[in-house]
T-cell receptor, first 113, second 113 residues
Framework: KQEVTQIPAALSVPEGENLVLNCSFT??????LQWFRQDPGKGLTSLLLIQSSQREQTSGRLNASLDKSSGRSTLYIAASQPGDSATYLCAVPPLYNTDKLIFGTGTRLQVFP | DAGVIQSPRHEVTEMGQEVTLRCKPI?????LFWYRQTMMRGLELLIY????????DSGMPEDRFSAKMPNASFSTLKIQPSEPRDSAVYFC???????????FGPGTRLTVL
C-alpha cells in the first residue's frame, strides 16, 4: 500500500531564504507526482505535476524534482516571500488506479518579513 | 470560469440530522472527486465519478454516506444520520480527462454537535 510522508511537518523561515520541502513515497512505481498548495480555509491549488518519465518541473520560483528509485520528491522555493506561507502537499496516484490521489500529510510553511 | 463551486461553505447541525453537501464542477470536466480533510487523518478520497458514473466508493466510511451525480454539472454528498465524528472539511474537485490536474473547490466545513 502506497504511503506518502512529508518532512518537516512545519517550517518557519525569514523572507528571502531558499527552502526545500520533502516528500517520500513507499512504492516507487508511480504514474506521476503532484504538488499542491493549500491556504488557510481554502481548497487546494495545483502547483506542479511531474510525470514518471520526468526528473523535474519548474514554474516561476518553484522547482520540483522527482527521484523514483529513492522514492523521493523535493519542492524547491527560491527567494521565499510572505505570500508563500501556506501548507504544501504532495500526492501520488497508485498504479492500480491512476485516477486516484494519495496525499501526504503536508508541510505548513510560514515565511515572516 | 468560476471554478468548482461548493455549497454551503459552513454547516452546523445536530447529531442524527441529515446533511447534504453540493458541488458544481468546472464545465467540461469528466471527473468529480469528493474528499474529506481532518487533522487526524489528513485528506482522504471518499468517492469519485467519471462521466457521472461512480467509479470507486471504497473510501466512503459507512452506509450513512452516499453520493450522487445526476448530471455533468451537479453532485451531492449526503450523510444520514450525521454523527459528531463526521465533523470535517469536505472538498469537491474536478478534472478533465487530460491532463491529470485536479481543481478543488473551497470546501464545506461541517460541524456536527
Amino acid at each position: 500500500k502506497q504511503e506518502v510522508t512529508q518532512i518537516p511537518a512545519a517550517l518557519s523561515v525569514p523572507e528571502g531564504e531558499n527552502l526545500v520541502l520533502n516528500c517520500s513515497f513507499t512504492d516507487s512505481a508511480i504514474y506521476n507526482l503532484q504538488w499542491f498548495r493549500q491556504d488557510p480555509g481554502k481548497g487546494l491549488t495545483s502547483l506542479l505535476l511531474i510525470q514518471s518519465s520526468q526528473r523535474e518541473q519548474t514554474s516561476g520560483r518553484l522547482n520540483a524534482s522527482l527521484d523514483k528509485s529513492s522514492g523521493r520528491s523535493t519542492l524547491y522555493i527560491a527567494a521565499s516571500q510572505p505570500g508563500d506561507s501556506a501548507t504544501y502537499l504532495c500526492a501520488v496516484p497508485p498504479l492500480y488506479n491512476t485516477d486516484k490521489l494519495i496525499f501526504g500529510t503536508g508541510t505548513r510553511l510560514q515565511v515572516f518579513p | 470560469d468560476a471554478g468548482v463551486i461548493q455549497s454551503p461553505r459552513h454547516e452546523v447541525t445536530e447529531m442524527g440530522q441529515e446533511v447534504t453537501l453540493r458541488c458544481k464542477p468546472i464545465s467540461g470536466h469528466d471527473y468529480l472527486f469528493w474528499y474529506r480533510q481532518t487533522m487526524m487523518r489528513g485528506l482522504e478520497l471518499l468517492i469519485y465519478f467519471n462521466n457521472n458514473v461512480p467509479i470507486d466508493d471504497s473510501g466512503m466510511p459507512e452506509d450513512r454516506f452516499s453520493a450522487k451525480m445526476p448530471n455533468a454539472s451537479f453532485s451531492t454528498l449526503k450523510i444520514q444520520p450525521s454523527e459528531p465524528r463526521d465533523s470535517a472539511v469536505y472538498f469537491c474537485a474536478s478534472r478533465p480527462s487530460h491532463p491529470d490536474t485536479q481543481y478543488f473547490g473551497p470546501g464545506t466545513r461541517l460541524t456536527v454537535l
